[in-house]
């Protein structure tokens, strides 16, 4: 087993660097301020966003747990407090787990 | 060969309003208690996160092995869910190069790129030297890297005391951080659009495919902000 677990660890990032490789190589023959790069910009901003939209909406493990509405909920909240603390990102991160666990506890 | 100012420059990004820590530490701190429950030593926990340094994939290493899939579907698994990493490669890389800087830098330092380093780069390259921005790239990478190893060991050590509510709260951190940041980070009318159609078009597709939303929905949303922001001018 323990070899089993150092050779799915040695696939796993393999697999993970692989993108980020293959994305260096790409990245000799584009300049900054070229159309390619803009496109790309554009990709890695939408594909980030439909990755983040994912986890809330669809999540797996223990957020599937938390009813959709809680979830909804603890979103909009943090973000009216990032917006209240002038964009503070620590505030609404500790704000967001303390607000879940009484909703989840009390609701 | 590094320069010392830019990287601890770079380094210190995990401090202050900005800080990554609190999130990046909350979900490596659920992926060591994870890995414990499914049989990993420490060291191979350590291991993993020193290795991969991407959240997503983890996650599906994990899941994964629970089902008992084989190397060469967890290899696909891992590589579907981090397959953003390239346009996120492709769309900081040629902000960093420079032609005094050696390449091998370029092709180490990309181990660091995940959302968070990533965001904090793209939010920050623009007051760095473009000579030095290598530099300062390699010190948010090693930061953010080392708040995700040493939280993995402290997951991995008290997982025995969490019970399901502090998971749970442990869960909703980092996406909580990375939606901010993305909000934060939404300063043009292309970078605006591409995150407002993402977050709509990925779980729309999640309907169609949920192996593949994540990419057909970046693809087509980031596609489409890119087509009507040049036509706009903006």
């Known amino acids: 087993m323990a070899t089993d677990i150092i050779i799915v660890i040695i696939v796993t990032s393999f697999a ?14 584009i300049r900054e301020t070229s159309k390619i790069f803009r496109w790309f910009n554009c990709l890695a901003y939408s594909t980030l966003a439909s990755l983040i ?4 909406i669809f999540p797996s493990g223990s957020l599937s747990e938390i009813d959709y509405l809680i979830r909804f909920v603890v979103v909009i909240l943090s973000v009216v407090v990032f917006y209240l603390t002038k964009k503070n990102l620590v505030y609404p991160t500790i704000f967001s787990a303390i607000i879940l666990a009484t909703l989840n506890s009390y609701i | ?26 979900s490596f701190i659920a992926i060591g208690a994870l890995l414990k429950n499914l049989g990993f030593t420490i060291q191979e926990s350590i291991f993993s996160t020193f290795l991969t340094y991407a959240l997503p994939g983890s996650l599906v290493m ?14 696909i698994a891992v590589w579907l869910v ?22 091998w830098k370029y092709y180490l330092s990309c181990h660091f790129i995940a959302v968070s380093s990533w965001l904090i780069m793209k939010d920050n390259y623009e007051n760095i030297e473009k000579e030095y921005r290598i530099d300062f790239w390699i010190g948010i990478g090693t930061a953010t890297w080392a708040v995700a190893i040493f939280s993995t060991i402290i997951g991995y050590v008290a997982s025995d005391f969490f019970n399901k509510d502090i998971l749970i709260g442990l869960a909703i951190v980092n996406p909580i951080y990375f939606i901010c940041m993305m909000i934060g980070a939404m300063k043009t009318f292309q970078i605006s659009l591409s995150v407002i159609l993402g977050t709509i078009l990925g779980p729309a597709f999640y309907f169609l495919s949920p192996e593949w939303c994540i990419l057909f929905g970046g693809l087509i949303a980031g596609t489409i902000a ?9």
């Open chain 1, 16 to 29: 993970t660097y692989l993108s980020r490789f293959l994305g260096v190589v790409s990245s000799e023959k």
């Open chain 2, 62 to 75: 994990a899941e994964s092995m629970l089902i008992g899939a084989s190397l060469i579907n967890i290899f």
């Open chain 2, 226 to 234: 890119f087509l009507l922001g040049e036509k706009s001018g903006n």
């Open chain 2, 82 to 103: 981090n397959a953003r990493l390239y346009p996120m490669t492709v769309a900081l890389m040629p902000l960093l190069i420079h032609e005094n800087q050696p390449r």
């Open chain 1, 53 to 56: 939209a994912r986890i809330v």
């Open chain 2, 1 to 26: 060969m590094i320069d010392k100012k830019y990287f601890l420059k770079g380094f210190k990004s995990i401090k202050g309003v900005g800080s990554p820590a609190i999130a990046l530490g909350a």
